[in-house]
């Protein structure tokens, strides 16, 4: 039997379920690094979220007092506005973090994506 794939968005039950998941200490490997990245790249308070699932990162953007929206097609996207990635972070564990990781100090559980101009 194959299972159908379906979007979790089109059922508001699992829409509300996926918004709660938890995913104990990558969420502070995401968050950890954007400051920085952020810092060094972004002029300006608007951002867009590429890949936003159920918003965490676009409301995370917004406590950093941007002007967020969050968006999931992120390549038609990209595409339509002629943007294309000029940086690409992919920030690991440290074993000097007190926090107990499964793999995370070898396979990234997030992609952060520092876009410009397609040329």
């Not at 968050?31 to 995370?60: M, N, Q, W």
Request: aromatic residues 14%.
């Amino acid at each position: 039997m194959t299972a159908e794939f379906s979007n979790v968005y089109d059922d508001r039950d699992r829409a509300k379920a996926y918004a709660s998941l938890e995913f104990p200490g990558t969420y502070y490997l995401a968050y950890r690094d954007l400051p920085a990245i952020i810092g060094e790249h972004v002029r300006g308070r608007k951002a867009v979220d590429f890949g936003c699932g159920a918003g965490r990162s676009t409301r995370f953007l917004r406590t950093l007092g941007f002007d967020a929206v969050g968006v999931d097609d992120y390549h038609e996207a990209y595409r339509r506005a002629g943007l294309t990635p000029i940086q690409t972070y992919r920030p690991l564990a440290r074993p000097t973090e007190a926090r107990s990781w499964v793999n995370e100090a070898t396979i990234a559980p997030w992609v952060i994506y520092v876009l410009g101009r397609a040329e």
